[in-house]
């Protein structure tokens, strides 16, 4: 048989190939889920060591793999992506493996259920392939947070992967996994992707349910995928979207297939009609130049493919990083003081024992890092009487004025974009005594948290000072999520026009 050829056109193994492809090849019997799930299991082997993109591989894949290939033989109808492995992050409640949302004070911990988005992934007989790294309980932007030690950039092992998902995009951008799921409080989805050359997706608040999600900010979360196409995203959004009674704050709409809307874009031939706003204020002189150049030269290649391209303002974009600062604090503070040692995680005897509150004090003292008491110590104050108007309630209203902002900015425009980051991948340790430096990098991705809408981030070239990848966000209104799968698509085409290659095919081999 021939080799087969990946989305690059050229010959290559197994783990290369996008998930659309997989399940064509699936499909039509080329070859087996316990083959393409043994070439990923092969993959991390030889390359998880530099990256440590993994905290958690599941023991039961290939097993997975095979009952999906029995059920195929056996006529059964399977879902689009049946027997295609993913990777979870490890935010998201597993049964059977792990859950410790990258933290100590839950290391070991094996949840009794699935989150509602993993359940439905094993509906559609997706393989798991085990649980990925982030920052502590998603609060960070570099994956250096994570209680088990730091995940590394593919394309530059000494650079952060973004955060907190990091080891999602890692493990997709390393062709450790063809797509693969996160959450994004504030970013940890769509920058990770920008920094890694990979496909992010933060749905609209409410479009994919948080069940089983562990809460950071639970007005602000969102779970959502990371894959290597914009086609791949959209598969895996119409598996895990749509209403969750379980989840009071899950929208009950009818979604479209965000799949034909990517299958769309990738065939339209312009964007004649389509008028593309420039949020003048994430837009900033500030971001690294490379950035900003590929950032101009992407709305070149838009304004030449037909669309409108109009600058818009969002004045009080300004205040979102600081009113996202004590807003995701002060509902942290209250979603993590569950772990109080008492019902479940790590319990820590002070020696000589103690009361209850000791007991606690103890364990959380030695369960939490210092990012996470930094952001709970942040949160109770700003909770506390005598500052919950100035600081918590005033954040509220800003949070407001951003909502209203976007309103009048989709006034103007069908979509909105910005860079997804406003650099390329820093160096490990380079910001991590810096915790407004640190902040900083959500800086264009914070507001659409705020203000629960969708947004994506796809490769949009690598900087010309550093040969990194940067990322082009687009942002639609809430519930117009298939907007970002249809113009992403089309963006995606023109840019390979561009280049002439996908920009993951330019990743240096890892060995």
């Known amino acids: ?55 958690h591989l599941n023991d039961k894949a290939l097993e997975t793999a095979a009952s999906v290939d029995a059920k195929r033989k056996a006529g059964e109808k399977l879902g689009l992506l049946a ?32 989150a509602t988005v993993v359940a439905r992934l094993r509906a559609a007989n997706l393989v798991l392939l085990g649980k990925t ?10 994956t250096e947070f994570s209680a088990y030690g730091a995940t590394h950039n593919p394309w530059d092992l000494d650079r952060i992967p973004g955060g907190s998902g990091g080891g999602s995009a890692a493990a997709v951008a ?41 809460a950071l900010a639970s007005s602000l ?38 799949a034909d809307a990517a299958r769309a874009g990738a065939l339209q031939e312009n964007l004649k009609g389509l008028r593309i706003g ?35 303002s969002a004045p009080n974009f300004d ?3 600081a009113a996202y600062y004590l807003i995701l604090p002060a509902e942290a503070s209250s979603n993590l003081a569950k772990f109080d040692s008492v019902r479940f995680g790590l319990r820590v005897n002070p020696v000589g024992g103690g009361t209850v509150e000791d007991v606690m004090s103890a364990t959380r003292e030695a369960g939490f890092g210092p990012e996470v008491k930094r952001r709970i110590i942040l949160g109770t104050y700003a909770l506390s009487a005598g500052y919950y108007d100035a600081y918590y309630g005033s954040a509220q209203k800003v949070r407001t004025l951003i909502q209203r ?10 979509v909105l974009v910005s860079p997804a980051a406003p650099t390329t991948a820093f160096r490990l340790g380079e910001k991590v005594e810096d915790p407004l430096a640190m902040y900083l990098n959500d800086v264009t991705t914070i507001p659409a948290n705020l203000a629960g809408i969708p947004g994506m981030s796809l490769p949009m070239g690598l900087a010309p000072e550093d040969g990194l990848p940067t990322g082009i966000q687009i942002m639609a209104p809430a519930r117009a999520d298939d907007r970002l799968y249809k113009l992403g698509a089309t963006l995606e085409r023109l840019l390979v026009d561009k280049w002439g290659h996908t920009l993951l095919s330019q990743a240096p081999a890892l060995t």
Not at 89 to 113: F, H, N, Q
Not at 133 to 142: K, L, P, Q, V, Y
């Open 1 to 55: 048989m021939a080799a087969p050829t990946n989305a690059t056109g050229t010959a290559g193994a197994l783990n290369t190939f996008t998930a659309a492809e997989l399940a064509q090849k699936l499909d039509s019997g080329e070859v087996s889920s316990v083959e393409v799930t043994q070439a990923h299991l092969d993959r991390i082997a030889a390359v998880d060591g530099g990256v440590h993109a993994f905290l």
């Open 221 to 258: 979360d969102q779970v959502g995928p990371v894959s290597r196409t914009v086609l791949d995203a959209a598969l895996v959004h119409d598996i895990i979207g749509g209403h969750d009674p379980r989840d009071s704050t899950s929208l009950t709409d009818t979604w479209p297939s965000f």
């Open 133 to 142: 790294n982030m920052d502590e309980f998603a609060m960070g932007s570099s």
């Open 174 to 214: 390393a062709f450790e996994a063809p797509i693969a799921l996160g959450s994004d409080t504030g970013g940890s989805i769509r920058q990770p992707a920008a920094v890694t050359g990979s496909v992010g997706v933060k749905p609209t608040y409410g479009g994919v349910s948080r069940y089983g999600a562990i």
């Open 319 to 321: 205040y979102a990083v």
């Open 83 to 114: 027997g295609v492995p993913i990777a979870i992050k490890d935010v998201l409640c597993t049964l059977g493996m792990p859950s410790t949302a990258g933290s100590r004070i839950l290391e070991g911990w094996v949840p009794p259920y699935d």
């Open 278 to 312: 420039v949020v003048k204020e994430l837009d900033a002189p500030g971001f690294q130049a490379g950035v900003s150049q590929r950032f101009h030269e992407t709305l070149a290649i838009l304004e030449g493919a037909g669309a409108e391209i109009v600058e818009v």
């Open 405 to 414: 902002d976007f309103a009048a900015a989709f006034a103007q425009a069908d």
